[in-house]
């Protein structure tokens, strides 16, 4: 969990919703649901300006095929059944909600099924979330909702009051996109505003349920290769111990009846490697699958498989979990911000992080230098208008000169004429 205060500024309306651009190409296209369980497409021109940084931003904000095929998909295929048993609200993040001064702006980043949005009544929410039927699921209940990527949210700097992404990031399979999504949650805050972030921990409270994930397998190694991943550092490429031909690409499955013994040597195994990528399996009942929809499909693709003996169909999802001080160093040096706090908490990791206040000397500098640079313009303006004024003068001397003589002139032409 993730805490992040920033100092304050005017709060801005809903009305006052800005997107930014996609930084992938020049357009890029969000679908927007409101209240009135309509839908819109807004299309986005991109900033040519911003060419450079976008193709720098291209590799994190391009999905992996691994994110694609099992956290994309398959939370579109489960929606509905995931949406039904999350319903409980985590105290400390329905705490955080309720906190917040009234008429804030908050904004849920991956809010799945919009079990956060509206918890405090006196506050506006806007949620965000990849899974188009998750966004579906929370139009219907009249609440404030875009479909939109977590590394690349579609609003303006500094537009919420809050941010709150509550156990999203483990989805994301690079540390570069993981810290992308971080940068998200501060810049979409504005200074005095607060982001909440959530994660699972590796080091769970119940260590068999290990036994029941998967670890990512060489057989994923061809969709997921890249840096920043876990196959790809130096921990990984330079140990040779780090095997992990010998992980089941299947799930573990674990009989009640198994002895200790056994449950514990798996574990030894996932701890001696460093373990931090699983499957993470969803079974979801015969009777709730859409057999000529989504689950037949990912049956067919290979997907999601058969487990008759459950009655369900079974979805793998990918996880990264978090390790211990792994999200003080992903959140560290985001911005303005700085980690104040730090627990445990349901399996999960948190930190509180607050944006440091700007030095009443720094922004006096700030504007005694402003001053300073109208100062000089006003400066050379002068000097300018008083080099203007010198060859006025010199002009009206010259003109009086001119006119002194033509007087003469007159008055000598006048004595000769009486001549």
């Known amino acids: 969990m993730i805490w992040i205060q920033f100092q304050a500024r005017m709060r801005s309306p809903l009305s006052e919703l800005k997107l930014i651009h996609g930084g992938l190409a020049p357009s890029v296209y969000y679908k927007f649901f409101h209240s009135s369980r309509k839908m819109r497409d807004v299309k986005v021109k991109a900033n040519s300006s911003k060419s450079t940084h976008q193709e720098e931003s291209l590799s994190v904000k391009s999905t992996p095929e691994i ?25 400390k993040v329905a705490a955080f ?15 799945g099924n919009g079990k956060y949005l509206g918890l405090n009544p006196n506050c506006f929410f806007i949620g965000c979330d990849i899974s188009n039927p998750l966004i579906r699921i929370c139009s219907e209940k009249g609440q404030e909702v875009v479909v939109a990527d977590a590394v690349n949210l579609p609003y303006r700097d500094g537009f919420g009051d809050a941010a709150i ?15 992308s999504a971080v940068e998200e949650l501060v810049r979409v805050v504005k200074p005095g505003g607060f982001v909440l972030i959530t994660v699972w921990a590796a080091e769970q409270e119940d260590k068999s349920l290990l036994t029941k994930w998967t670890p990512l397998s060489p057989k ?18 330079n140990n040779p111990c780090f095997g992990l031909e010998s992980i089941p690409e299947t799930d573990v499955s674990v009989k009640e009846e198994k002895d200790k013994n056994s449950v514990e040597v798996l574990l030894e195994a996932v ?31 290979g997907l999601a498989k058969k487990d008759d003996k459950k009655g369900a169909v079974v979805y793998n999802r990918y996880y990264h979990v978090f390790s211990e001080g792994e999200l003080d160093r992903l959140a560290s040096g985001v911005g303005n911000a700085m980690i ?7 399996s999960n990791w948190c930190i509180a992080e607050k944006e440091l206040q700007v030095e009443k000397s720094q922004i006096l500098a700030t504007k005694h230098a402003s001053i300073q640079s109208i100062e000089r313009k006003c400066l050379m303006l002068d000097q300018k208008i008083v080099s203007q004024n010198l060859k006025i003068t010199l002009l009206r001397s010259t003109i009086q000169d001119l006119d002194s003589k033509y007087h003469c002139s007159v008055q000598q032409l006048r004595l000769i004429s009486t001549l």
């Open 165 to 179: 992404s509550i156990a999203v990031l483990h989805h994301l399979s690079t540390e570069e996109r993981r810290k």
């Open 340 to 346: 104040v706090d730090r627990f445990y908490d349901k």
């Open 97 to 111: 909600l309720e906190s917040l001064p009234s008429g804030s702006v908050i904004l849920d980043a991956g809010c």
């Open 271 to 301: 701890e001696m490697n460093h373990q931090q990528e699983y499957f993470v399996p969803w079974h979801l009942p015969y009777h709730r699958a859409e057999v000529s929809g989504a689950s037949a499909s990912a049956l067919a693709s």
């Open 67 to 91: 994110e694609k095929k099992y956290v994309h998909r398959v939370y579109d295929a489960i929606a509905p059944h995931f949406s039904s048993t999350r319903y409980a609200k985590w105290p």
């Open 220 to 237: 994923y190694v061809e969709e997921w290769v890249g840096p920043g991943s876990p196959m790809d550092s130096p921990r990984v490429r």
